[in-house]
């Protein structure tokens, strides 16, 4: 039985992974130290699969704390999703960000090291291609310069794990880069449940549609796109997850070194037809105004999916509207998220 160890693996994405790496026949391990995500996420996951997960509530830059799950697992390979992702907060607390998100993957690699565990799979993300307009984004397209400390905490990853590649000549990394993340699990026992008033898209509709916010604010109506608003490219965690499965299996085949790949759907959709796509979904209309534009956005960024594709074997299949579904599926049967733990 081949074992993956899923850091961050109670998070948005790590949670709908471990239950996509379950359904393909890896065991699976989860270490997480809650500060982003909530226990009652291992109890939901239980309920989906039928299986509880051995969790390790550990902050992944702790070494001795972490150096307690390799003593006591076989592990094959690692999938590094901990870390803390919101780009606004990183831009007033820049020190926890490049703290908690390189400690953490610099520990998780001296651990590897140190118990012979030789594949890594990182959560990277297409803000590493900076404010750049020429989308599609490749993995070939050249590193940006990023707008936010959580950005740089990407792009430095990336090249630690280049470097580490490199010099340890048994070490094989996959970076993944996501696009736009959204979407819950089918049965709507888990999705995005974030703290506070969210900054991203979907979790905002989410709460305008359940009537806890009063309007979105579009940010920008007087983009150079067809409807005057960004275009994203908006994946289904599920399908994300799927990629992840494909990453680990590819694995095999890596000799050694450094890959990459997007996940995306190659499909760029604007705020207004997000917007639509959701009121379809839950059936009434989501107030909104058009407001100023935000800063650092850029106005189009979408995937080009042909290497995911061609080497992974990784489509995403569904569509935006499958996505606002499952999304309003999640917000609704939890509408304040999931409970607080005790
Ligand atoms: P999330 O916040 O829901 O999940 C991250 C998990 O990591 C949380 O459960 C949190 O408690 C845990 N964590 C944070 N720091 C930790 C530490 N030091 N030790 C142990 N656990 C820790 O976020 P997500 O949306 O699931 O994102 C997962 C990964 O994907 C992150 O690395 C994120 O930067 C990356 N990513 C996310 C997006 C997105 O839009 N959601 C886009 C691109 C990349
Ligand atoms: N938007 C609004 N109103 C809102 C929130 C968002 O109009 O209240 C718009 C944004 O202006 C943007 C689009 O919706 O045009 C998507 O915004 P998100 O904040 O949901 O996502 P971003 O594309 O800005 O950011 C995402 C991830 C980041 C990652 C980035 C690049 O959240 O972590 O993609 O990969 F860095």
């Not at 393909?24 to 109890?43: P, Q, R, T």
């Not at 740089?152 to 990336?158: G, Q, R, S």
Request: glycine letters at 8%; aromatic letters at 10%; one cysteine or more.
């Amino acid at each position: 039985m081949h074992t993956v160890l899923v850091t961050g693996g109670l998070g948005f994405i790590g949670s709908h992974t471990v239950i996509a790496l379950n359904e393909n026949g890896y065991e699976v391990i989860i270490a997480d130290n809650l500060a982003n995500s909530k226990m009652e996420v291992l109890n939901r996951l239980e309920i989906i699969t039928g299986k509880r997960f051995k969790f390790y509530n550990v902050d992944c830059c702790d070494e001795s704390a972490l150096r307690v799950v390799f003593e006591e697992n076989t592990i094959d390979s690692i999938i590094h999703f901990a870390g803390l992702k919101a780009v606004g907060e990183s831009v007033v607390m820049p020190y926890e960000y490049y703290s908690n998100n390189i400690n953490s993957m610099l520990t998780v690699i001296k651990l590897m090291r140190e118990y012979k565990v030789n594949n890594l799979v990182f959560s990277s993300s297409a803000t590493v291609y900076g404010m750049s307009e020429d989308v599609p984004f490749t993995e070939e397209s050249p590193l940006g310069i990023c707008t936010n400390p959580y950005g740089w905490t990407k792009w430095m990853i990336e090249q630690i794990l280049r470097d580490c590649s490199k010099a340890y000549s048994d070490l094989k990394v996959i970076l993944l880069r996501y696009f736009n993340p959204v979407g819950a699990h089918e049965s709507g026992l888990i999705g995005e449940d974030p703290r506070g008033i969210p900054n991203n898209l979907f979790p905002y509709i989410s709460k305008v549609a359940t009537g806890s916010l009063e309007r979105l604010t579009i940010h920008g109506g007087d983009y150079d796109t067809p409807d005057g608003t960004c275009l994203r490219d908006y994946i289904h965690v599920c399908d994300l997850a799927d990629g992840h499965v494909k990453a680990i299996n590819y694995m095999a085949k890596l000799e050694s070194g450094v890959d990459v790949f997007n996940l995306g759907t190659g499909k760029g959709t604007s705020v207004i037809e997000a917007v639509k796509a959701f009121e379809k979904a839950c059936g009434h209309e989501i107030n909104n105004v058009i407001g100023p534009r935000r800063s650092g956005d850029l106005p189009v960024c979408y995937a080009s999916t042909d290497k995911a594709e061609r080497l992974l074997g990784f489509k995403a299949s569904r569509t935006i509207e499958d996505m606002c579904e499952s999304c309003w599926n999640w917000q609704s049967k939890n509408p304040n998220g999931l409970p607080e733990d005790n």
